[in-house]
């Protein structure tokens, strides 16, 4: 199996006011093509960070994190939001749908952001929904 995740040394920590605060510090892992990993801990002990960090949307304080072999430091924002739109995909805690469109086209919204036609991304869409 091939390496589809790794983390070296990450840290993340946040500032409020003079005080740092310490989410994440350390982390070293390895997640290979086909794992399937559960993140669990209590409210505040950084498993939403680290998704958060794994799926480019924050950065790491310190460390490195590759993705599919993409080192996602090396990565200026275009190209940064391109990976994302094309390997990366979240399903949030409180979901973030907009109520106006149906089921479908709420799936199908971050699928605007990449080069399908509409045919394509409503089938992908109805693929993801089954």
Request: hydrophobic share 40%; glycine share 8%; net charge neutral.
């Amino acid at each position: 199996m091939s390496t589809i995740v790794r983390l070296r040394d990450v840290a993340k920590s946040y500032h409020r006011g003079s005080t740092e605060i310490k989410v994440l510090e350390d982390i070293n892992l390895d997640i290979e093509a086909g794992d399937f990993v559960a993140l669990m801990g209590p409210s505040g002990s950084g498993k939403t960070t680290l998704l958060n960090l794994i799926g480019g949307i924050d950065q790491p304080t310190h460390g490195t994190i590759e993705v599919a072999g993409s080192p996602l430091e090396s990565l200026n924002p275009r190209a940064l939001a391109r990976f994302r739109s094309e390997h990366i995909g979240f399903i949030f805690q409180f979901y973030n749908l907009l109520p106006v469109l149906s089921a479908e086209r709420n799936v199908e919204l971050p699928l605007l952001l990449t080069p399908l036609d509409r045919a394509e991304r409503r089938h992908h869409a109805r693929i993801a929904l089954r």
